[in-house]
């Protein structure tokens, strides 16, 4: 079973604008990370804030997490036309309760940024 | 510094052939892993190998073997492929656990 969810499944723009994607989980996690993925391409990671950090930033993204509710978001600021692309958050945990660990990725949200 | 790679970029199959899908790293992590994406969906993982000589199951890993040749290189076998394997598959890899993954490009994988 998929452990982020992100919302909303598409989001459109115009450039200029900012964009908010929410991604929500289950259980416990040691630490989130968004990620990028244009079309037909692989997943580029764009950042990861732990579990004890409540909020990151990188450039003109803003990346917020909140434990208690299990939660986080990842804001662009100031989007552009090249930022069009699918984001995803993943998860990263403990496999089986195990002391090995993996990412588990939600479904993305489709940002699309228009001229 | 090429990163992570996969081949072949695109394969077609007919239903009960076989393949391999081949990964390299070439940046020293220790852990590797496959996922497939389908339509919509997120990543899910097939197997992964936290370190060079483990390898372990994940979330779909029915129909598909793997072998961990090396540190660097981590492969994805179908024995017999089936039209419900028709995916893009992704090979990533990363130092340690707990931190950022690399993906490769992908592979296109359509089984007739």
């Known amino acids: 079973s998929q452990q982020g969810e992100e919302d909303p499944q598409a989001l459109s723009i115009q450039e200029g604008e900012n964009a908010t994607m929410n991604c929500s989980y289950k259980?416990?996690?040691?630490?989130l990370q968004w990620y990028r993925q244009n079309s037909g391409r692989g997943l580029v990671h764009l950042i990861l804030i732990r579990s004890n950090e409540r909020e990151k930033h990188s450039g003109r993204l803003r990346v917020t997490l909140d434990t208690s509710k299990k939660s986080s978001s990842l804001l662009i600021t100031a989007s552009r036309a090249a930022d069009t692309a699918s984001y995803f958050c993943a998860t990263d945990a403990p496999w089986s309760g195990g002391s090995n660990y993996k990412l588990t990725f939600g479904k993305g949200t489709l940002l699309t940024v228009n001229p | 510094n090429a990163g992570v790679t996969q081949t072949p970029k695109f394969q077609v199959l007919k239903t009960g052939q076989s393949m391999t899908l081949q990964c390299a790293q070439d940046m020293n992590h220790n852990s590797m892993y496959w996922y497939r994406q389908d339509p919509g969906m997120g990543l899910r993982l097939i197997y992964y190998?936290?370190?060079?000589?483990?390898?372990d199951k994940g979330e779909v890993p029915n129909g598909y073997n793997v072998s961990r040749l090396n540190k660097r290189e981590f492969s994805l076998r179908l024995e017999s492929a089936a039209p419900s394997q028709t995916s893009v598959y992704f090979c990533?890899?990363?130092?340690?656990?707990?931190?950022?993954?690399?993906f490769g490009p992908g592979t296109r994988l359509l089984v007739l």
């Open positions: 190998s936290a370190s060079e000589g483990t390898t």
């Open positions: 259980t416990s996690i040691n630490n």
């Open positions: 990533a890899s990363r130092k340690r656990q707990e931190e950022t993954q690399y």
